[in-house]
C-alpha cells in the first residue's frame, strides 16, 4: 500500500461571527484556499488533484449544492477536477484528511486536497416546510448557525439538549471546576497571542481578498483570569460554562494537501508529515465532548506507538471543560496541548476547524522537532475523530 503525506496546509484567519469576514460567501472563503495551495506550491497543476474534499456542517445557506465543486470552480482550477463535501460537523475538514488518506494508501488517488469552511454569519434561519398548505398557526424560523434544529420528535429528549447543556453534565461528571476552564481558556487566548506574534502563523494562513483581517479576529489577548470569572453563565444560572471559556462563532476556510510520496516527487515538493493512525469513536451525545478520548487512543493504537511517544497534541477546544477533561483522561502532560493555541482564541468554523489543527499539528512538529503528534476534536451528537502523524522532517 501507498503511505498518504501532508505536503502543505493552509488557512484563512479566522473572523469572529458578524466580524471582518461576514460579507464573505463560504464558497468563497473556500476557493481562497483552494486556489492558495496550488499558488504554494509552483509545481502543482490543477489537473495534477485527483479530487478535491471540503468538510463543512451546514449545508443550508451559500455552500450549500456541494460546496467543494463550488470552490473548485470559482478557484480557477480546470473543470475537469471533481469535488465532494463532507459533513461530520465539526469533525468534517479532519474526516476529510481521513477520507483522502485512506484513498492515497488504496491507491484509488495520488493527490487530494482537503479541507474545509465556514461562514457562522452567514448561516441562514429556515422555515420548516409544512404538511398541508396555508396553516393557520405561527412558524418559527430556525437558526443553522449552531446546534439541534428541527428536531425528529422520535429523539429521546435527553439526547437533544444544547451542547453548552450537554457540557455542563460532562463538567459534573469529571468534577472539572470554573476555575480551571477560565485558566484554560486564558492559557488559550495567552498561546495565540504569542504565536501570531512570533510569526508562527506567517506561513499557515492566506488573508482573504477583500478583507483587512490580518489575523485571528477572537484572541483576546488582554483578558485576565479575573476578567473571566466574572463572566455570567449561559446554561445554568449556578453552572461554569461561559463565553469566554466556550468557543466562540466564527468564520473561515483551511485546506490540506495530501498525496503519495511519488506525488510529491511529480510536484516537486517534499513532504511534511506522514498519517500513519486514524480513529473514530461515538458515545451518548450528550458526552459528544470526550468522544476524542478513545478516538485518539484507537489512532495511537493503529499507529503503533503510545502517548509516551507523543510530542505534540491539536485538541479542538468546543469548550474548555471538555478539553481538560480529555487532557486528564489521556494522563498527558499539558504543555504539548494546543501550545499555539486553541479554539477558545482562535475560533471555531465548523467545518474548517479539523484542517486548521492538521495544519498547526505538522508545524508545530516541524518547529520542535518532535516525531509524532495527535490531532483530535470532538463532535456534536456524540462522536469524535482522531489523527496521528508522523513529522518525515525531523
Not at 478535491?52 to 449545508?59: D, E, F, K, Q, Y
Not at 488517488?109 to 398541508?132: F, N
Not at 462522536?383 to 502523524?389: E, F, K, N, Y
Request: hydrophobic share 45%; aromatic share 4%; net charge negative.
Amino acid at each position: 500500500m501507498s503511505q498518504a503525506y501532508i505536503y502543505d496546509a493552509v488557512r484563512t484567519p479566522f473572523g469572529r461571527f458578524g466580524g471582518a469576514l461576514a460579507s464573505v460567501r463560504p464558497d468563497d472563503l473556500a476557493a481562497v484556499v483552494v486556489g492558495a495551495v496550488l499558488e504554494r506550491t509552483p509545481g502543482l497543476a490543477g489537473e495534477a488533484i485527483e479530487e478535491v474534499i471540503l468538510g463543512n456542517a451546514n449545508g443550508a445557506g451559500e455552500e450549500n449544492r456541494n460546496v467543494a465543486r463550488m470552490a473548485v470552480l470559482l478557484a480557477g482550477l480546470p473543470v475537469s477536477v471533481p469535488g465532494t463535501t463532507v459533513n461530520r460537523l465539526c469533525g468534517s475538514s479532519l474526516d476529510a484528511a481521513m477520507i483522502a488518506s485512506r484513498q492515497i494508501e488504496t491507491g484509488d488517488a495520488d493527490l487530494v486536497l482537503t479541507g474545509g469552511v465556514e461562514s457562522m454569519s452567514r448561516a441562514p434561519w429556515v422555515l420548516p416546510k409544512t404538511e398541508k398548505p396555508y396553516p393557520a398557526g405561527d412558524l418559527s424560523l430556525a437558526s443553522t448557525t449552531l446546534g439541534w434544529r428541527l428536531v425528529n420528535r422520535n429523539m429521546p429528549q435527553e439526547w437533544t439538549v444544547s451542547l453548552g447543556e450537554a457540557n455542563e453534565q460532562l463538567r459534573e461528571k469529571h468534577d472539572v471546576s470554573r476555575a480551571r476552564q477560565d485558566e484554560f481558556a486564558h492559557r488559550s487566548h495567552q498561546l495565540a497571542d504569542a504565536a501570531w506574534s512570533e510569526g508562527f502563523y506567517a506561513d499557515l494562513t492566506v488573508p482573504v481578498p477583500g478583507t483587512d483581517l490580518a489575523r485571528d479576529e477572537s484572541i483576546r489577548a488582554a483578558s485576565t483570569v479575573e476578567q473571566l470569572g466574572g463572566l455570567r453563565t449561559v446554561f445554568r444560572p449556578d453552572g461554569t460554562i461561559t463565553a469566554g471559556n466556550a468557543s466562540p462563532l466564527n468564520d473561515g476556510a483551511s485546506a490540506v494537501l495530501l498525496g503519495s510520496e511519488a506525488a510529491g516527487e511529480r510536484i516537486g515538493a517534499r513532504p511534511r508529515a506522514r498519517i500513519i493512525g486514524r480513529g473514530t469513536h461515538a458515545l451518548d451525545p450528550r458526552d459528544f465532548g470526550f468522544a476524542p478520548v478513545e478516538a485518539a487512543n484507537r489512532a495511537l493504537a493503529r499507529a503503533g506507538i503510545g502517548w509516551s511517544d507523543v510530542g505534540a497534541v491539536e485538541l479542538n477546544e468546543a469548550f474548555a471543560v471538555q478539553s481538560v477533561a480529555c487532557v486528564q483522561a489521556w494522563g498527558i502532560d499539558e504543555d504539548i496541548v494546543n501550545a499555539r493555541g486553541g479554539a477558545i482564541a482562535i475560533g471555531h468554523p465548523l467545518g474548517a476547524s479539523g484542517g486548521r489543527i492538521l495544519g498547526t499539528l505538522t508545524a508545530r512538529l516541524q518547529e520542535t522537532g518532535r516525531r509524532y503528534g495527535v490531532a483530535a476534536i470532538c463532535i456534536g451528537v456524540g462522536q469524535g475523530l482522531a489523527v496521528v502523524v508522523e513529522n518525515v522532517t525531523a
